[in-house]
């Protein structure tokens, strides 16, 4: 049923999750990497000479027949397909509620839309780009293929859209709901890719998705991609590791600021700096914003192995879904790929703190292996 | 007849995205929603766009869809009825 | 644990603030007429209800700059007049959070700038705010709120603003925050005008909901906001909170992108939700604020799912003859017209409607009902994607 029972329970402390943890039990990702197959982890990585990173599909004909697949866009098929990946994987057929994020949700046939109407001057449009074009068409595109009846969310709010999920999904859990299918996708648009470039937020080209974060260039590449995960209150022999919390800040002032919402969202969660073995840092190759980044892996995350991931997946406002994916990767296999690691101190992965951020959305995740 | 026929065929194909479908496979007769090639509500809004863009023929109340579209001869002689 | 309304705003096109609102809603004016407002070719031909104020207009009154989003102006308006009136005593000392609703974002900017894009992908027009980017337009207000604690935006197209003032009354039931400004807005545009215009459910007269001649919706624009407070904030105020939210649950149909099941199964499953939250039985609900868009499909979706439920079906009426299908801000301004009902016993008339649908044994309220007891409202709100939710509101004795 889609009521949410009230439960006595609360979380600890203001966004610092529920402590206990939920597991992540099923994992799906479509992105510029070969990660749609979850019997790899990263064997072999891609190089791009190129500024802006496109998804590496999965064959789609193993999700949808022909008659579905035959109007969805490029992010509806991958979106969608990352869903039930991660469905799949957790051997569920139906899950307990979904809840996604999407910070522009889906431009590429929004714009068909909207180009065709400027077109013919608003005379005659066909309908079906529109009804695609609204923000929760792949969280319902999910529902509809699985018969999914219950609570369906979509958050669309930059560099909180995954996050906001995040806690909606614990917030099901205390209100008595389980296997939370939650997620999030987005995608580079034609005309996404050139603002980034008008407004020189994107690196110059030529450039080398492997070789951004060092001194020469400056600025992002553009990235896209979709993750989805399988939530749940109980282990099962499929469980990565679980998910212990998260939290979202708001421009924060300072470099302090930033370091006092880490230290203390640790201690929500009753853990410490002294417990973490690997930082997942939002790094992305752009000077500016690098430089709070910077500081904080050279002075704060002194004995942690740092790794980084928008080489992989490039910058988009809900990459943190694709460090999730890796953090569950990482921690049911305890390997680190030697492709993302940025400084290695040689630390297991048990206890991974991530910290990503996109303009003034911070967002830190904290995940413990099982 | 025949020819108008044919270019249906290729012109629905390219509008309603049916690209696993070649004009062959959809015959002249056969029922176009849900029993026939399984086109639904949205497509019969297509099917409007099209015959306005292609034909110029605006079918004013989309009940009368489900006669208009009920083949691809119906269609067919729905234009040759109304083409200017 | 009881969350309480301490304040509400809305701006819509019969009023620009909650008095003008209750004012035309008691005088049956409409605000469905030609559109003036939004530059389109069917000005003449499809009526739409505007908030009748150019961009300038709104942006002096509301503070922001007039080159910002129309979405941002309606916004800012409805959030501060909702944080006015809960007038909180300390508002700054408390967790709060901005949680706000709409479907297409900056969608009045893009088409402009669109344009310029298609002539030149290299325009200078392009700016760093993705149009498509719903989050855009919460972060102005926020910011004008002053609320940082917690902000997010929701976007399940016509359901949005009730899943923001259920995800808002979760986190307080939670303890995760003590305040939260929760609703939505959307501000007319081509894409929407053109969307609707396509799948052919615009009626070209003011619409008729729930009339078994209905032709479809009329476009609306607008925004509504309540201020969604816990008991320990509502303890601390001057003024006594008049309502609660008593219920609310999302569902999903399940059923097709864009067209609700025959039988109203999410619409079923919403209403019967936010019942059991509730603890009310059917007999309890003294009005139902329909979502009533005057579409074939969603008044006889959502009219056979209340009967199922009901049986003996209230009082009902959809306000969308008055407002026109606000989208993203729909279930905002109607959490205000339902507060407004409560606080007033007064149920407010379904416009323009003459005949019953041959499929339902109930018809909507025809005209304006005073002294009435109203104690529990239930409201609805349904979109595209199968995202169905409803609401209920009851009074704080």
């Not at chain 1, 995608?187 to 890719?193: L, P, R």
């Not at chain 3, 007269?205 to 008991?231: F, I, W």
């Amino acid at each position: 049923m889609s009521n949410q029972k009230e439960n006595k329970t609360v979380f600890k402390a203001p966004f610092g999750g529920l402590g206990a943890g939920l597991f992540i039990n099923g994992i799906g990702c479509i992105s510029p990497q070969r990660t749609f197959d979850n019997s790899e982890f990263l064997a072999e990585v891609k190089e791009y000479n190129t500024n802006r990173l496109t998804c590496v599909d999965a064959d789609y004909t193993k999700f949808f027949d022909a008659g579905s697949i035959r109007r969805m866009g490029r992010l509806m098929k991958y979106g969608t397909a990352a869903g039930m990946i991660a469905l799949r994987d957790a051997g569920l057929e139906v899950p307990g509620a979904i809840s996604t994020g999407t910070a522009l949700g889906l431009p590429e046939v929004s714009q068909k839309f909207l180009k065709s109407l400027i077109e013919v001057d608003e005379t005659i449009v066909s309908p079906t780009t529109f009804i695609q074009s609204t923000h929760n068409t792949v969280s319902s595109n999910i529902a509809l293929l699985c018969k999914c009846f219950s609570h369906n969310n979509t958050f669309s709010h930059k560099g909180f859209s995954f996050e906001s999920a995040l806690t909606d999904a614990q917030l099901l859990v205390l209100e008595n709901m389980n296997n939370i299918l939650v997620g999030a996708y987005d995608e580079v648009s034609d005309y996404k890719y050139a603002a980034m470039k008008k407004t020189k937020e994107l690196r110059g080209e030529p450039c080398n998705n492997l070789d951004i974060y060092g001194e020469k260039g400056n600025g992002v590449i553009a990235g896209e991609g979709a993750a989805f995960f399988v939530l749940a209150k109980e282990k099962t022999e499929n469980t990565y590791g679980s998910f212990v919390g998260n939290k979202t800040f708001y421009k924060p002032e300072s470099t302090e600021e930033i370091r006092n919402h880490i230290l203390s969202f640790l201690k929500e969660n009753n853990s410490s700096l002294e417990d973490i073995d690997v930082v997942i840092t939002g790094i992305s190759g752009a000077k500016e914003t690098d430089a709070t980044r910077i500081d904080l892996n050279k002075n704060l995350f002194t004995t942690q192995t740092i790794i980084a991931y928008k080489h992989l997946c490039g910058e988009y406002m809900t990459s943190s879904a694709f460090a999730f994916w890796l953090a569950s990767k990482m921690m049911k296999s305890q390997q680190i790929p030697d492709s993302v690691i940025l400084e290695n101190r040689n630390r297991s992965p048990k206890n991974i703190l991530l910290y990503n951020s996109h303009k003034h959305n911070h967002s830190l995740m904290l995940f413990k292996a099982c | 007849m025949s020819e108008l026929i044919a270019t249906l065929k290729v012109q629905i194909i390219e509008q309603l995205n049916l690209q696993h479908l070649k004009p062959e496979d959809i015959g002249d007769d056969q029922p176009l929603f849900v029993e026939g090639l399984g086109l639904d509500s949205i497509d019969a809004l297509e099917l409007i766009v099209l015959l306005q863009q292609q034909y110029g023929i605006k079918l004013a109340n989309p009940q009368d869809g489900p006669t208009v579209f009920k083949t691809v001869r119906t269609i067919a002689d729905y234009i040759t009825a109304h083409k200017k | 644990m009881k969350v309480f309304i301490a304040g509400k705003g809305v701006i819509s096109a019969i009023g620009n603030n909650v008095a003008e609102n209750l004012a035309s809603l008691r005088n049956l004016q409409t605000g469905v007429s030609k559109i003036t407002v939004l530059p389109t070719r069917y000005a003449e031909t499809i009526p739409a209800a505007e908030v009748k104020l150019s961009n300038e207009e709104l942006a002096q009154r509301c503070g922001l700059n007039s080159g910002e989003p129309r979405t941002a102006f309606l916004s800012s308006l409805a959030a501060k007049e909702a944080v006015d009136d809960a007038n909180i005593p300390n508002f700054k000392k408390w967790r709060t959070g901005f949680i706000s609703a709409n479907t297409v974002g900056a969608m009045d900017k893009t088409e402009t700038i669109y344009k310029y894009y298609l002539e030149d992908s290299n325009t200078d027009k392009l700016i760093e705010e993705d149009p498509y980017d719903a989050g855009y337009v919460t972060e102005l207000v926020a910011n004008q709120l002053g609320i940082k604690d917690h902000i997010t935006t929701i976007s399940t197209a016509c359901s949005s603003s009730t899943n923001a003032m259920a995800y808002g009354a979760r986190l307080i039931k939670a303890n995760q925050l003590d305040i939260v400004v929760a609703g939505g807005c959307d501000a007319m545009s081509k894409f929407t005008l053109n969307g609707f215009n396509s799948l052919m459910i615009l009626d070209t007269n003011p619409c008729t909901p729930y009339d078994e001649n209905r032709k479809g919706l009329n476009l609306g624009e607008g925004a509504g906001y309540v201020v969604l407070v816990s008991e320990k904030v509502a303890a601390t105020l001057t003024k006594k909170p008049t309502t609660f939210l008593s219920g609310y649950a999302n569902a999903n149909d399940a059923f097709h992108q864009t067209a609700s099941s025959p039988e109203g199964k999410g619409n079923f499953m919403a209403m019967q939700g936010a019942l059991e939250m509730s603890e009310l039985t059917t007999k309890d609900i003294d009005y139902i604020n329909l979502h009533g868009t005057g579409t074939s499909n969603n008044d006889l979706s959502e009219g056979v799912a209340i009967q199922r439920i009901f049986g003996d079906v209230p009082k009902v009426s959809s306000t969308k003859p008055y407002t026109g299908h606000t989208l993203g801000a729909c279930a905002g301004i109607e959490a205000v017209y339902s507060i407004l009902s409560i606080e007033n016993n007064i149920i407010f008339p379904n416009l323009r409607f003459q005949n019953k649908m041959k499929e339902l044994e109930f018809s909507p309220v025809t005209e304006l009902l005073e002294n009435v007891e109203v104690n529990h409202v239930m409201s609805n709100s349904f979109g595209f994607g199968g995202n169905c939710s409803s609401v209920i509101f009851s009074k704080h004795q």
